[in-house]
């Protein structure tokens, strides 16, 4: 029985090990059947047992402030996996409540004699787990399906620059950057699979806010991953070098699906390997993939309050502190800020293309936390209204990359000291100045909010 898996991506849980029962996959990260180490080790232990496997997912009512917006990407995604994994004779089972109890019940019912669960350093996700490992009779292993580099071996501290963590994931590239074994149908059936709802009940359960509607301009779903991953390397690749220029569309709009796990980072390094494609701007983009995106795990994992201030450095806390009472020549209410109706209308814009399209250029994110910062009484407001706006119209909202981002905009995380200024103390600062420098500001505040005066004078060229 060859290994399909690498033992050093598994980390389980005491338990007994009854020989005889199914294997369940619960799926909670990665909503996908390609390429997914937690569903490959599943089906590897069920050969080896001679037994069934299911892939189990908990829909939660309402889930760290999601709206329909997210929800639907992440349940019309699910349908389509649902159909690739019933090819390969596993059943995904559909359950509705706290997963902690639906788990349990799940183990009660049929007493499997192994459940595999997905990494994820999130609060609720690690309480998820601990409830799970306590209740569960049988052993369960948690695997890390998001990372390449598994987030427990990458490092075993809070790295505090990307500079650190680099050298750390690229020692470990060689073991982990391996190919996927394809999704062969699983011989051992379900006499009766476990009882499960259907999508259309399901999503009759939701009760979330439906103010925020489903984007259009985006393919939910592990196809449309893949057809959003040959746009950009066919068309906007070769021009990453100019992500900073919000008006240039060449970033790959990836990120929703790398979120809701419906496409394996590993995968798209091995593609981008498989067909040869080099230069600066592979290396960019891999360095964001790859460094950026699992410093973001190494982050929340190590910093419990990774959504607090006091989840910031002491440096970062002590120069915020120091500038607490400096004037605040701006302040707005949380419903200024979710409306875009500041005097700056570059941030107006970002908000307004945030709302409208759930997705805001990566440059732009930096600026629109940090002016959070700067239009606040305090940071613990300004970390509650970026993450609030964040989570609630990103379509990659309740992602470690947005915690890390956040709390990188606002309380200098993996960044460093810079020049000492009002209100930010020694925390980067960043303006329209520094944005004029990078891209064409007037056009942009013409395409995002029609409408509005533009900034200076119009000249045709930046
Ligand atoms: P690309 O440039 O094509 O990058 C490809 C992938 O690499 C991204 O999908 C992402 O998974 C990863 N990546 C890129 N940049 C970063 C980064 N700086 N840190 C970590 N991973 C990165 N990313 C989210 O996934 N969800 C969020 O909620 C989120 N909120 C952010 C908030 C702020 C204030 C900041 C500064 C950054 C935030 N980011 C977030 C990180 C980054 O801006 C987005 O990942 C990126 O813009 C997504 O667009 P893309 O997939 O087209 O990016
Ligand atoms: N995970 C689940 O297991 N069940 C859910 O109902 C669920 C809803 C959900 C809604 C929005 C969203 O952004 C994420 C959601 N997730 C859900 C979790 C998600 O897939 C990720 O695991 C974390 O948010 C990222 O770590």
């Known amino acids: 029985m060859d290994n399909f898996i690498n033992p050093r991506r598994v980390r389980p849980y005491k338990g007994a090990r009854p020989d005889d029962g199914p294997v369940l996959y619960w799926m909670h990260r990665d909503f996908r059947a390609r390429n997914n180490w937690g569903l490959i080790r599943a089906r590897q232990e069920a050969l080896r047992l001679r037994v069934p496997v299911a892939v189990v997912f908990c829909l939660v009512p309402e889930f760290l402030g999601a709206t329909f917006r997210q929800y639907d990407f992440l349940l019309r995604g699910l349908e389509e996996t649902a159909d690739l994994l019933e090819i390969a004779g596993i059943p995904l089972i559909l359950r509705c409540g706290a997963p902690e109890i639906e788990m349990r019940r799940l183990c009660e019912e049929h007493k499997p004699s192994l459940v595999v669960t997905d990494f994820d350093p999130l609060r609720i996700k690690r309480q998820w787990l601990r409830v799970l490992t306590e209740s569960a009779a049988c052993v369960v ?27 750390k994931i690229h020692r470990h590239l060689g073991e982990f950057l391996e190919p996927f074994p394809e999704l062969a149908p699983h011989p051992f059936t379900w006499i009766v699979p476990p009882a499960g709802l259907d999508f259309l009940s399901l999503r009759a359960r939701l009760k979330v ?81 790859v460094v950026r995106r699992e410093l973001s795990d190494n982050f929340c994992l190590h910093t419990p309050d990774y959504d607090q201030v006091s989840g910031f450095s002491p440096w970062a806390r002590s120069t915020l502190a120091a500038h607490q009472g400096d004037p605040r020549p701006y302040l707005y209410s949380d419903e200024a800020f979710d409306r875009g109706q500041t005097h700056d209308p570059l941030w107006n814009g970002a908000q307004n293309q945030l709302v409208r399209t759930g997705k805001m250029p990566g440059y732009l994110r930096m600026y629109w936390a ?34 890390a981002g956040i709390a990188w905009s606002i ?8 020049a000492e200024r009002p209100i930010f103390g020694t925390i980067r600062y960043m303006n329209q100045a520094g944005a004029r420098r990078k891209f064409d500001v007037n056009r942009y505040v013409r395409t995002w909010t029609p409408g509005q005066p533009s900034l200076f004078p119009v000249p045709d060229h930046p």
């Not at 390397?233 to 809701?260: E, I, M, W």
Request: hydrophobic letters at 35%.
């Open 370 to 403: 940090k002016k959070i910062l700067e239009w606040t009484e305090n940071p613990a407001r300004a970390l509650r209204v970026a993450i609030h706006l964040n989570d609630r119209y990103a379509l990659d909202g309740r992602e470690t990359n947005g915690y």
């Open 411 to 418: 309380g200098g995380v993996h960044d460093r000291g810079w």
């Open 209 to 289: 806010d439906t103010d925020v509607p489903p984007v259009v301009w985006l393919q939910p779903g592990e196809n449309g991953a893949l057809a959003t991953l040959e746009t950009f390397f066919t068309h906007r690749l070769a021009d990453y070098g100019q992500r900073n220029d919000p008006n240039k569309n060449v970033c790959s709009d990836l990120s929703p699906y790398l979120h809701f796990g419906m496409i394996s980072a590993q995968a798209i390094v091995l593609e981008l390997r498989q067909r040869g494609l080099e230069g600066e701007a592979v290396d960019d983009f891999v360095e964001e993939l």
């Open 141 to 167: 292993e948690e695997v890390d399906s998001r990372n390449i580099v598994p987030a427990w071996l990458a490092s075993e501290h809070r790295e505090f620059m990307a500079r650190t963590f680099r050298p």
